[in-house]
């Protein structure tokens, strides 16, 4: 009896100290009040992946000294295979994240309270690669194939092409961080960003020819193409502190604009900002970084929205619509209803876009064209 | 030491062996792969791996010897795998002595020490990150590299919480009794007869916790994407698997040779505890 009851106790008390463990969320200090004059203001943000040429406009406008002439001091955090940016974001570790939209899409519908508030990437950088003698030339051939995606929310494009093409007979197979799947042959067709993975395959020796691979061994199937595109990098705000918080709404803003203007910086000076991100810590080869600064400049330039970081209401509709009827092999979709209006805004991009372009940065890129990259063996 | 290199000479026989006779597509049973390819790509040759080891770790000019990276990132992972080592050891020694002490702790804290790690780190690994960033602790600003030391260290109090309360508890009745006739309290009891007699078991749990240590810190800085440690190394050089194979391996020879040195560091502590070792019991 006796012993019952000192059990009972003990376990209260566990419990109760984990609780009080638990609950020291609730009274956390904004990280980036507002500074007073000359000081600068804190800033977080958190990529969705390692440091690379995907980032590059961050980096570069850290590099050159756009954040701090915004009054802001910024620190880039770089994701592992762990870390959800947009649960970071609205957990309050960080000011801002990246990630893409079908992703936090779910994330809102699931209580967390994120604005998007620029969208970099205007184009879809997902494809899925096949070797050339496969035979699957369009979405309709992965009918009975083996398919590699990385899971994760990675896989969504995949699925709305597979649906809207009415392909249901096929195999899933989760796909590790490297090409080695495809080039095994225990993949058919393999999930490859324009920017990373493609390149991958390109710079791997062909025990064929004993040269590199070509572009002309492989097929693509593009999701801008096929139209199951989803929008990709933005960057997100904590919709609470944008509604209550003045000096985040400011902060917000010079945020935009020095990040912009790195995307500019990266686009005229591909070379430079490949250079900037391998500074930052990136142990990929040079013509890799290269070939990914120019693949990333493709997603946003030239810019078809009237200026870089606009969200494009149809490509958003576009976005929200897939990712409501699209179903995957588990008969789930992404989220069961419309997003609240708080998912996006262009107040913040618009505000800092009409800076920029009264500082003379060209904010559209129409002129731009992509630098010829060449691939070396391993990246080098 | 002779014995170590034998072993890694074995370890490369066997490798190179398999290599050049065994299947090449590998054998599955069913969808699950037994044994591997024995493709370049997939088992790149000994002595490819070696050489790539003193090449340049990127094309760019002034890059620097891939084992000089590796050596670099491996220093950084052994610093917070320390630190996560001699965190878990003080909590899991602390731990133990509470349960040793209170019958009523062992009771309520051993179940929840043995499923605390049944928790996996891909679930831990965000959590910690979030709570170490609200934390602030006088003018202590957390650090992302104290998440991956309290990962570690949550890996490495296990075994020590455990060996050292069968440690503490294994004198008899009859020691213990004598104890009681000289009139000894339980802290002397603790300090002259439990606590050495406690060392046997708890040397090979500190070499445990070494390892785990280790295997944390590793995991972990793949779960958070921490830079400059092994793990994220791993992660970066997973890019490099089809193009240029024998990169991808070199930190993880790094992490064999890290957790080694970490075993052997602790082994050389437990020198200066080799009067009370008189004989080592199996964890």
């Known amino acids: 009896m006796t012993r019952t009851i000192w059990k009972a106790t003990a376990a209260a008390l566990t419990a109760g100290l984990l609780l009080a463990a638990c609950s020291d969320g609730g009274e956390e200090t904004a990280p980036a009040a507002s500074g007073s004059a000359g000081e600068l203001t804190p800033v977080k943000l958190q990529l969705q992946w390692l440091t690379q040429a995907q980032f590059a406009g961050y980096y570069a406008a850290l590099d050159q000294g756009y954040y701090e002439a915004e009054g802001l001091d910024v620190e880039i955090l770089p994701s592992g295979g762990d870390i959800v940016p947009q649960d970071a974001l609205a957990q309050g570790e960080v000011d801002y994240a990246i990630a893409w939209v079908p992703k936090v899409l779910g994330s809102i519908e699931q209580g967390a309270g994120v604005t998007n508030v620029a969208q970099i990437f205007e184009r879809s950088a997902t494809l899925q690669v096949a070797f050339a003698d496969s035979g699957i030339e369009s979405v309709a051939d992965l009918e009975g194939k083996t398919i590699g995606s990385w899971g994760y929310g990675n896989e969504w494009e995949l699925f709305a092409g597979l649906n809207k093409a009415g392909v249901t007979d096929f195999e899933l197979v989760t796909q590790a961080f490297d090409m080695l799947g495809l080039l095994n042959g225990d993949i058919d067709a393999a999930q490859a960003m324009t920017y990373n993975e493609y390149a991958q395959l390109l710079e791997a020796e062909n025990p064929e020819t004993g040269e590199l691979y070509q572009p002309e061994d492989f097929t693509v199937i593009d999701w801008n193409v096929e139209g199951t595109a989803m929008l990709q990098d933005a960057i997100w705000a904590d919709t609470e502190r944008l509604e209550s918080d003045a000096a985040y709404e400011e902060t917000t803003v010079k945020f935009l604009k020095a990040s912009l203007k790195g995307w500019a910086y990266a686009r005229d000076n591909a070379q430079a900002a490949a250079d900037i991100v391998t500074a930052a810590g990136s142990t990929l080869g040079t013509s890799h970084q290269l070939w990914m600064t120019n693949e990333t400049n493709k997603l946003l330039w030239p810019s078809t929205t009237g200026g870089v970081g606009t969200i494009d209401e149809a490509a958003w509709d576009a976005t929200v619509a897939m990712a409501m009827e699209t179903v995957n092999e588990t008969g789930a979709s992404i989220i069961s209803a419309q997003p609240p209006a708080s998912a996006y805004t262009n107040e913040y991009v618009e505000q800092a876009l009409s800076e920029l372009t009264a500082e003379g940065v060209d904010v559209v890129g129409e002129g731009w064209s992509p630098i010829e990259v060449t691939l070396n063996a391993g990246g080098a | ?283």
């Not at chain 2, 630190?83 to 133990?96: M, T």
Request: hydrophobic fraction near 60%; glycine fraction near 10%.
């Open chain 2, 1 to 283: 030491m002779a014995a170590a290199l034998g072993a890694v000479a074995l370890l490369a026989t066997v490798w190179e062996l398999y290599k050049a006779a065994g299947p090449a597509q590998g054998w599955s049973l069913g969808q699950t792969r037994i044994l591997p390819r024995t493709s370049d790509l997939a088992m790149p040759h000994t002595w490819d791996m070696l050489q790539r080891l003193v090449e340049p770790i990127t094309g760019a000019r002034d890059a620097a010897p891939l084992w000089r990276a590796v050596l670099d990132a491996g220093a950084v992972s052994l610093g917070i795998a320390a630190v996560g080592w001699a965190i878990g050891v003080g909590v899991g020694l602390l731990i133990a002595v509470a349960m040793q002490r209170l019958r009523v702790v062992e009771r309520a804290v051993l179940p929840l020490v043995i499923l605390s790690q049944t928790v996996p780190l891909i679930a831990l690994a965000p959590l910690v990150r979030s709570w170490g960033s609200r934390l602030e602790i006088g003018s202590l600003e957390w650090a992302p590299w104290m998440s991956v030391a309290v990962i570690a260290s949550y890996l490495a109090f296990f075994p020590v919480a455990v060996g050292a309360l069968r440690g503490l508890q294994s004198p008899s009745a009859i020691q213990t009794e004598l104890m009681h006739a000289y009139g000894a309290g339980w802290w002397t009891t603790l300090l002259h007869l439990r606590a050495p007699a406690a060392v046997p078991h708890v040397l090979p749990a500190l070499r445990l916790a070494a390892a785990n240590a280790v295997i944390g810190t590793v995991v972990a800085e793949v779960a958070t994407g921490l830079p400059g440690g092994l793990g994220r190394m791993i992660l970066e050089l997973a890019n490099f698997a089809g193009s240029d194979p024998a990169k991808p391996w070199a930190p993880i020879f790094g992490a064999v040779v890290l957790g080694l040195l970490a075993a052997g560091i602790v082994t050389a502590l437990g020198a200066g505890l080799a009067r009370f070792r008189r004989m080592e019991a199996s964890a």
